[in-house]
């Protein structure tokens, strides 16, 4: 599609692409229940309305489109920004709730379920709005501008990056000096990988397996591919709701931390024979492909928590299988020409969001906390191309911020305490 160099109006009724705005009223009430558990977003919500940090600007905000996603562009929008929204993913939308966000004044691009060319179409129409900021999860959005639109990115002041997969991505782009504006790597702040990363996925991924299959983990083995910040906490999950943990990893270091933390180390190949749960978390492809999907066992369930669904292959699973069905919602059943069946949950796609609601609430509040106050720093500062930290200051500020909204004080360093530490001197 041409892009036209003049910023359109936006009318959000007419101008968006979604499922049914009937649905409204279902989704608000999603949108209203996750509200009430993001103490963080309500007090920048509040502050933005006061400081209109993007007063004038327009926002094109790419994430997976659910209850919590949508209180952070209504952040947004109470800081004056015009906000536009697509999917990250066409598994994870909830129709409802994005009709709730352009019943709020919100232009949308997006539908459950969309085709790879929906899916394309509709961040083609996001960057139509001609976005002065961005927020991308995956990388998706940065990509199409700079293969399709390069003389658009001249417009972008820069943006926020939410995810390790895109974060990754960004870093090569950057590494070949083709990132044209700035972007934050959110991903890596320590209020997002410690505990989004390890705690929101470790809760959301055992809670789309479980509530897909209705099956218990108790006595179970599940395997673990990856044993990143997301790998750690889908591990010491299952290992908390009773399974043995087998962890997969490539990485000697952290397959090390993974034996030192009470968990059998082993090749996938191996490990396979040993699943009943196997899940994929490393941002990597062809993690679980031909030699591994032949030595699963009958009824092993498989189940991705990665960004994209390449880490399980499932051109392989249909290369091997005799016959492809599903046999309940987001389950499908490969059967091998050994009568064998394996079961793979949401296409292979995240799991906890195609097949569940995401991270917690809570967890979503302190994420999107400092994707608000990333794009606040953004907005406001002249940075350079390329990938930046988020600052030191706002990262504790979010700690802080949550730590109050649970009422638990903590100690504050002394002046000779503080000193004592700057100093190399004896006394
Ligand atoms: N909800 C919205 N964005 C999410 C993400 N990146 N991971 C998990 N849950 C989410």
Redo the contacts with the bound molecule.
């Keep these: 599609m041409a892009t036209t160099p003049i910023k359109p109006t936006l009318d959000p009724v007419r101008d968006s692409q979604i499922r049914n705005l009937a649905l409204a009223e279902e989704g608000a009430l999603k949108l209203d229940w996750a509200a009430q558990h993001m103490p963080l977003l309500r007090q920048l919500r509040e502050r933005f309305q006061q400081e209109r940090p993007f007063a004038g600007k327009r926002v094109a905000i790419c994430?997976?489109l659910?209850a919590?996603?949508a209180n952070l562009a209504l952040t947004i929008q109470a800081g004056g920004a015009e906000v536009a929204v697509a999917a990250s993913n066409p598994l994870s939308t909830q129709d409802d709730v994005v009709a709730a966000l352009v019943d709020r004044g919100v232009t949308a691009f997006a539908v459950h379920g969309a085709t790879p060319e929906q899916y394309r179409g509709h961040l083609e129409a996001l960057l139509d709005t001609r976005p002065d900021l961005i927020i991308d999860?995956g990388g998706d959005l940065v990509s199409m501008l700079h293969e399709k639109r390069p003389e658009q990115t001249t417009e972008i002041r820069g943006g926020c990056e939410?995810?390790t997969t895109g974060v990754l991505r960004l870093q090569a782009m950057a590494k070949e000096g083709t990132l044209r504006f700035p972007m934050l790597a959110v991903n890596d702040a320590q209020c997002k990988y410690l505990f989004d990363n390890r705690y929101?996925t470790g809760q959301?991924v055992w809670d789309g397996i479980m509530r897909t299959t209705n099956l218990v983990v108790a006595g179970k083995t599940a395997v673990v591919v990856g044993y990143g910040w997301c790998g750690k906490g889908v591990a010491m999950r299952a290992k908390g709701l009773g399974a043995r943990v087998i962890i997969c990893e490539v990485d000697p270091i952290k397959a090390l931390e993974a034996v030192m933390d009470g968990f059998e180390v082993m090749p996938v190949r191996e490990a396979a024979r040993h699943a009943d749960f196997l899940v994929t978390v490393t941002g990597n492809r062809d993690c679980v492909v031909r030699d591994a999907i032949e030595s699963l066992k009958d009824g092993a369930v498989l189940a991705n928590a990665g960004h994209f669904d390449v880490e399980i292959s499932k051109p392989d699973l249909r290369a091997l299988a005799v016959s492809v069905r599903t046999v309940r919602r987001n389950i499908e059943e490969y059967r091998f020409a050994d009568g064998r069946r394996v079961f793979l949950l949401a296409e292979g796609r995240l799991v906890?969001?195609a097949a569940g609601d995401?991270?917690p609430v809570e967890v979503?509040d302190l994420t999107f906390a400092l994707q608000a106050l990333g794009l606040r720093h953004v907005a406001q500062h002249a940075l350079t191309p390329g990938v930046h930290r988020i600052p030191e200051a706002l990262d504790e500020e979010v700690a802080r911020m949550r730590l109050r909204a649970w009422g638990i004080e903590i100690d504050q360093l002394t002046p000779e305490q503080a000193r004592y530490l700057q100093s190399w001197r004896t006394e």
Excluded: A
């Design positions: 994430l997976h659910e919590k996603t999860d939410e995810t929101g959301s906890n969001l995401g991270h979503m």
